[in-house]
Structures are given as structure tokens and as C-alpha cells.
């Protein structure tokens, strides 16, 4: 498609929108679920298309958001007592913790390695046999099956010194817990942790719920389809679970990669920034994988780490509020010198309003 | 974070590792979760793995329905 047949779809998209939300009986309020909508949201300023009754509140899928400050501790610890070589996606190297953040840990000498894979930890490790290499295990679905076939090749080639810090969220013990929320009409689901868990797998937000949702591309377009198709169903009354993005989600997610991480991890309970301890919505290195497990063989003592009580990132996770609610929103929190995770991740919702704006 | 790009297999290099291809760049990419595919398809790639194959079938669909939405806009005046 060209730039002018995409500027008319989105036109046509848009006003599909305007007429059916036009029918609703109330405000409509959908949550964008995944940080990587909440950023191409905000990118394309789609906002500015939709009717002034029609509000979409970003959710808990940025990986870095809802990881806790102590995460970021219990690493630096793990570095600092048994000099170990701490790997990381670059998402999270700025989030501040009580002892500073990985980056200052890397700037007073500490080993720090940003991989674009977890498999390049491998090598990492086999480059320095005798210190310990340790892979910060934070993501969702989407990366919990790249860091399980990680594990299993260190296991195959008996890699020694390789440990994991899991801290993996899955996407359905929350979403129950916001399907709940009266102020939410439905979702926008995400597409790439859908490849892997399938469009399928969110049929009780419709049984349990009674709310629609969508699984919806990364396009502007995929995304103005996804709301239209939204607000078309609340407006019906007949919610529905719709996969928009049928061109890579199948209605069974990917199997193979599903089998992987059940070979490996095992749920477990999991603490999630904003929203508190939710039971089995995190995953830990079942017993045949736990030579791996960095919190069993490199144990430290890791304080509680209160956030600041005046960083907002919690209400805004859940969406409760908006960036521009917060008293720190860029004046003591920028990207540059952040305070809570929403501002530090590329695709957290304060550094998202921060570069584009309320709309 | 769960950012993922389609790159077209180039290459396979062993038994489950190919080379993808977007744009003039080249990478490594473990084809570990995606035992069925075949050279030439394109991949979602995220953290070196491919993690889907695309459905050319239904990526035509879509752009079939944009291009008809297009059209019912395509008489009215530029806002």
C-alpha cells in the first residue's frame, strides 16, 4: 500500500470508530495491554483520531515497568559478591534501584554486558569460565521461550558457570485481575506474546467477563482496526475474542515454543510493580534446571526496597492515571534522570507521553 | 520489549539455525521454535529466535480489506 491509500484507510478506520462509538451508551475505555502498542500508539498519534468519549489506558505489558526495585538490587548484589558478569537486555540497564541502577554499577567497574539475545550469554560465559555469567531473566511470553532454549543448550553443553535471575511475568493472571475493573470495556491484546500463547487462550475474558477483546498488529492501521472492531462489539453488546493480527497469531499460539518452556520453567508466584504479589503469574526454574538458578547457587541477602510514594508508575500500570497526573512527570523524572520504570523503558507509558505528548 | 520483525530466511546453516535477510542486513537466527519452516518464508524474529512464520495468505487478506476501505474514502475531500 502507498502513503495515500494508508492515510484513506485510516481515515475510513477512524470514522468507523467515530460512528459506532457515537451509539455507546457511556464512556468507552479500552486498555492497550503490551508496551510495544503503547509506544506505536503514541508514535503515530493516533489519539488525536479518536472521539472524545473513546479513552485507551495503557496496561502492565512493559516487561521493565513491572519489575520490581529489588530486582534491579538483587543483581547488583549478585555482581558485587561474587563478581559476576550480569546480563541484561538493554531495556533495563537505566532503572534505578536502591543501589543505583546497572548502568552507575557498570560505571564504578562492576561487569555488565548488554546482549541483543539471551543465547549470546553462552558465549559470554564460555569467554570467562571461572566467573559466574548471570542472565536477567525479565520478560513475558514473548522472550520466556528464547531464555528457556538458552537453558536447554547450556544444559546440553554443560555450561558451568551460566546462571539465570528469573524474574518472567506471564500475561494472564493480571489480565484477569483488570477483566475485573468496572471502568474497562475491553482489551487490545497483544501480538506477540499471543504467537507464542495463541488468541485462544483469552476466552474467559468473554465467559468470565463478558468483555471483548482484540489481538491487534503493530501498524498504525492493525491498531485503528483493532479499536474499530472494539467498539463495535461493546456497542452490540457481543463481546467477542477477535485475532486482527491472523497474518502471525494462530488461534493456538506456537506449541513448540510453549513445550520448550514447560521443560524448563514451572509456575510460580510473582511480584509485580503496581499491582502486588499475584499467584502463579510468574515462572521459576523447574528442579532438573535449577543448577542454573542464580538465587540458589549466588545467594544474597536482599533488602525490601521501598519506591518512592511519590512515583505514580503503579496507578499508571493498572490505568488509573495518566503520566501527566504525576507531580515528578518531567521535572524530576525525564528520561534522561528518571525516577520510576514507566519513564525508563522505551516503551513505558511516562517516557511515551514524555516524547509525543498527551496525544 | 516484545518488539519482533519479519526477515525473510536467507540460509540455513545447521539443524535449527538459519540466516535472515531484512533490508540488506544479515543475522544469525535460531529456528528452534519454528521446526516447520522453509527457506524463503518470512519470520517474526525477537531476541535471535524466530518465534513465527508469516501467513502470506493472510497478509494479503489484510491488505485486501484496507484497500477496500481506501476506496470508500477515496471520492471525499482531504480533511
Not at chain 1, 495515500?4 to 481515515?11: D, G, N, Q, V
Request: proline share 7%; charged share 25%; hydrophobic share 40%.
Amino acid at each position: 500500500m502507498n502513503s495515500i491509500e494508508e492515510s484513506r484507510t485510516a481515515r475510513a478506520l477512524a470514522r468507523d470508530i467515530r460512528e459506532a462509538a457515537a451509539k455507546a451508551p457511556g464512556p468507552l475505555r479500552y486498555m492497550e495491554v503490551c508496551g510495544t502498542h503503547t509506544m506505536a500508539i503514541h508514535a503515530a498519534g493516533l489519539k488525536s483520531f479518536f472521539p472524545d468519549n473513546l479513552k485507551l489506558v495503557s496496561g502492565p505489558g512493559c516487561p521493565v515497568c513491572v519489575t520490581e526495585k529489588r530486582f534491579i538490587d538483587h543483581a547488583i548484589l549478585i555482581g558485587q559478591k561474587y563478581d559476576a558478569a550480569l546480563v541484561t537486555f538493554g531495556d533495563l540497564i537505566k532503572v534505578p534501584g536502591s543501589l543505583g541502577s546497572l548502568a552507575t554499577f557498570r560505571s564504578e567497574g562492576g561487569a555488565v554486558r548488554v546482549v541483543y539475545s539471551p543465547l549470546d550469554s553462552i558465549e559470554i560465559s564460555l569467554q570467562q569460565p571461572s566467573r559466574p555469567t548471570v542472565f536477567l531473566g525479565v520478560g513475558f511470553e514473548t522472550t520466556i521461550p528464547t531464555v528457556a532454549a538458552t537453558l536447554k543448550t547450556a544444559k546440553v553443553r554443560e555450561i558451568e558457570n551460566f546462571f539465570v535471575l528469573p524474574a518472567f511475568k506471564t500475561i494472564h493472571p493480571p489480565l484477569k485481575a483488570l477483566a475485573a475493573k468496572d471502568d474497562l470495556n475491553g482489551f487490545l491484546l497483544p501480538g506477540h506474546v499471543s504467537a507464542i500463547i495463541g488468541s485462544d487462550s483469552y476466552d474467559y475474558l468473554v465467559s468470565e467477563f463478558h468483555k471483548p477483546g482484540v489481538v491487534a498488529g503493530f501498524e498504525p492501521l492493525d491498531i485503528l482496526l483493532a479499536l474499530r472492531d472494539l467498539v463495535r462489539m461493546t456497542v452490540e453488546d457481543s463481546p467477542e475474542i477477535l485475532n486482527d493480527y491472523k497474518r502471525v497469531v494462530r488461534s493456538d499460539g506456537n506449541p513448540t515454543a510453549r513445550k520448550i518452556v514447560k521443560e524448563v520453567f514451572e509456575p510460580s508466584d510473582a511480584s509485580w510493580r503496581g499491582l502486588g504479589v499475584i499467584p502463579r503469574s510468574g515462572l521459576a526454574l523447574r528442579e532438573s534446571y535449577s543448577r542454573f538458578d542464580a538465587t540458589l547457587h549466588l545467594p544474597v541477602e536482599v533488602p525490601d526496597a521501598p519506591d518512592d510514594p511519590r512515583c505514580l508508575c503503579a496507578a499508571i500500570l493498572t490505568g488509573s492515571k495518566t503520566p501527566d497526573r504525576c507531580g515528578l512527570f518531567g521535572k524530576e523524572c525525564t528520561p534522561e534522570d528518571p525516577v520510576g520504570p514507566c519513564m525508563v523503558s522505551s516503551e513505558g507509558t511516562c517516557a511515551a507521553y514524555y516524547k509525543y505528548g498527551a496525544a | 520489549m516484545c518488539l519482533a520483525v519479519p526477515m525473510q530466511l536467507v540460509e540455513i546453516t545447521g539443524e535449527g539455525t538459519g540466516k535472515v535477510n531484512a533490508g540488506g542486513v544479515r543475522a544469525d537466527v535460531s529456528l528452534m521454535m519454528i521446526p516447520h519452516v522453509k527457506l524463503g518464508d518470512y519470520l517474526i524474529v525477537h531476541a535471535g529466535f524466530g518465534i513465527e512464520v508469516l501467513d502470506a495468505e493472510e497478509a494479503g487478506i489484510r491488505l485486501d480489506l484496507f484497500r477496500e476501505l481506501a476506496e470508500a474514502t477515496a471520492g471525499e475531500e482531504e480533511p
